[in-house]
């Protein structure tokens, strides 16, 4: 199977799950694959489950290897495709041959059969390196009380290490921001100021990144990124502060921020993170309905997000795709009526402002092959979502459409994602350096004092 520097990994099954091309990963190497894995696959591509499609991409994908492979050749290991670049080999080994040496939970069948086929690698390749690599946590603590000497998480597809590294979107400057620059060039464009100053000055920077200082008035956005200069697009704090959205006031800087981005129309994607009660969706939603009714920039207002189960729980609901939505959506229908409280008639208003604005509560499963012109996109809880799902419907936007995207990395509700791979994570920092994106955290919680001291506290 190749020279002993070369490390061995075996892949659990929810590796491929997670990245159906996950074998590429590892070019340099050798990769094998239980059976067990397979049969596991197999099972799984005809559910109707959220991952069958995935399985049944992974399939495919070990298939263009094997195809002209004789069964010796799949035993002993096959060299990767030349056109990936890769070095190692690929092999699948049919662990329900090996002798039992694992005594586990009975349930677990498959996944002992996996740690028999790891241990049993380990004893017949040593001294070279075998790595099991799981994205189950548990079956990393049980591989290593088995006696597997290496277990690894896949992380090839993770972006940063922690969550806590994710980029905040805005940077706050200790005391005055002009401190801190020695020579900068302004100009007056259209009404607007642009300071031109020395990136050196600066913490490191991206497009649209909004900026702040503690002592003075000074708010800016970065226009334009050159070799060594940054241009500041000059923006005010108290001119922020009363930014106005449907008779919406920001209550701090960060969501002054937020809807100086959503009212902005060179920018087609705004990501809010923040969370609960920081104001990501009545901020969306009045931006919205005060682009679309006022200045009819918009023809419609379509909204989604993830729908756990939907593939068993929302065919049994009543009516049609939009009221079996509802459910999902109640967290914008409660900031559609938030938003109308004061109204003579809030029903009245909430049916008029629906058909004025043409609201739409879309199904995501129903969002592919679609293509959405002039419309103002609202994709909320996106933290469930994988990053091919988040790019399922970018890929959707035609012209003149505008795509909000928010979400809360603390409430992940799917079983196969953590905050560093969540496609909320994965968005976020594969469009930090995109002219036409802006991302804001909204810090702060302002529903409630009692939600703020919940937030803070529990």
Known sequence: MGDTDRKIF???????????????????????????????LDKIKDSKRDVARDARVAIRALEDIFRDATPDQISEGIPFSKEKEATGSISILADFELQETVKAFVDKAGDNRILNAVLYIQNKRSPREVVLVTKDINMRLRAKGAGVRFVEDYRTDQLIDDVQYLTKGFHTYAGDFWNNVSRVESRNIGGRTYHTIDNEALEPTFINQYMVDEETDFAGRVDSIEENKVTIKDLSRERLMHRQAWDIRPKNIYQG????ALLDPDIDLVILTGA??????????????????????????????????????????????EEKMLPWLAAVTDTLEALHKNDHCTEGSLKYICDKANIQFKSINFMRGRSIQNAFVLLDECQNLTAS???????RCGEGTKIVCSGN??????????????????????FKNFQGSANIHLNGVVRSRLAEFAEENL
């Open 389 to 395: 799902q988040i790019k399922t419907i970018i890929t």
């Open 409 to 430: 990395l603390a409430q992940i509700d799917s079983p196969y994602l953590t905050p560093v791979t969540s496609g909320l994570t994965y968005m976020v920092e594969r």
């Open 276 to 321: 609960a009660g920081s104001g990501k969706t009545l901020l969306a939603m009045a931006c919205a309905l005060e682009q679309s009714i006022e200045k009819n920039m918009f023809d419609k207002i379509i909204v989604t997000r993830n729908t756990p189960d939907i593939g068993e729980s929302i065919g049994f609901l009543p009516g049609t795709e």
């Open 257 to 260: 921020m937020a809807i100086d």
């Open 10 to 40: 075996v892949l659990d099954t929810n590796i491929l799950l997670h990245e159906p091309f996950a074998i590429y990963s590892f070019q340099e190497h050798d990769v094998v694959i239980p059976m067990t894995v397979l049969e596991e």
